[in-house]
């Protein structure tokens, strides 16, 4: 077995029972030593409470935890008063996001983009904490184009981003050109790509057309032909899901993000066959 930098990513649970079934998720998961595990945080701050508590369980159990936070429609109080309590929970790592609007708000709050966040975490405290942000090797479905995109990921970088996670993706290709281009530009951040498993086709189609990620032709085609059976999309989803991972690890990813789902089967199954 290797060693290989790995991540996790949750989201926290709406119910008592989802967070018990997540305690258990969790344990399984620290057996592959990740070197933290990150929480998401809702539209607009929707999960704060429940985020920064899985956060603190994390800490809880011995394992480096980072709290996500958006800006969207965010003021710099409320923003102020989040890193305070993180800081006073012993959080040192932050994935800092624009983040999505809840239906039927405006646009509003005194972050307009992730940068402006980036820029005023290191304006309040300094180094205390590391920042990774999101990056698109597709392009964001907002962008106007793939040189926008890239500019914006410079604007985040320059304001003192340590590190960046990417959207998931399929092709990776896409992954090695979009390292490519951020290096002939100067932003020379650890690109960490973002592997989501698959575990059920409707599930990614509806992800992947709400975030803008490609499925590529030859993968939907085989999903669709699979219809209700769900062992066999599993099966397939692995075998798809672990050639990735190896290609991307064979070109030189600096370390994987696994978008856990809140399950721990697919992931421990991919990197037990990446013998990790």
């Known amino acids: 077995m290797t060693t290989f930098p790995?991540?996790?990513?949750?989201?926290?649970?709406?119910t008592p029972e989802g967070m018990e079934k997540l305690r258990l998720v969790r344990q399984q998961l620290?057996?592959?030593?990740?070197e933290f595990c990150s929480v998401t945080f809702g539209a607009g701050g929707s999960t704060?409470?429940?985020?920064?508590?899985?956060?603190?369980?994390?800490?809880?159990e011995g394992m480096p935890a980072a709290s996500h936070l958006s800006c969207i429609g965010a003021t710099q109080e409320t923003v102020r008063a989040q890193l305070a309590i993180l800081k006073a929970m012993g959080i040192k790592r932050l994935?800092?996001?624009?983040?999505?609007?809840?239906?039927?708000?405006?646009?509003?709050?005194?972050f307009q983009y992730a940068s402006d966040l980036v820029a005023f975490i290191r304006a309040e405290t300094g180094d205390d904490f590391h920042i990774e942000v999101a990056v698109y090797?597709?392009?964001?479905?907002?962008?106007?184009?793939?040189?926008?995109?890239?500019?914006?990921?410079?604007?985040?970088?320059e304001a003192g981003a340590n590190a960046a996670i990417t959207q998931y993706f399929y092709n990776a290709d896409a992954y090695f050109r979009f390292v490519e281009e951020a290096d002939a530009l100067g932003i020379t951040l650890p690109v960490v790509p973002g592997i989501m498993p698959i575990i059920s086709s409707m599930q990614l189609m509806r992800f992947s057309d709400a975030c803008g990620a490609e499925i590529p032709r030859w993968i939907r085609l085989r999903l669709q032909s699979f219809g209700d059976d769900s062992a066999s999309i599993k099966a397939f989803g692995l075998d798809v899901v672990t050639a990735?991972?190896?290609?991307?690890r064979a070109g030189?990813?600096?370390?994987?993000?696994?978008?856990?789902m809140n399950q721990s089967g697919p992931t421990l199954e991919i990197c037990k066959r990446l013998g990790i």
Do not use: N, W
């Open 6 to 14: 790995l991540s996790i990513e949750f989201f926290p649970p709406k």
């Open 30 to 34: 620290y057996a592959l030593k990740p």
């Open 252 to 260: 030189g990813a600096p370390g994987l993000h696994f978008y856990s």
């Open 95 to 110: 994935v800092a996001l624009r983040g999505d609007l809840p239906s039927g708000y405006g646009m509003g709050g005194a």
């Open 137 to 157: 090797p597709e392009a964001h479905p907002q962008a106007r184009s793939p040189a926008s995109d890239l500019k914006a990921y410079a604007a985040k970088a």
């Open 244 to 248: 990735l991972c190896e290609q991307l």
């Open 48 to 60: 704060q409470e429940g985020t920064f508590s899985t956060v603190r369980d994390i800490q809880a």
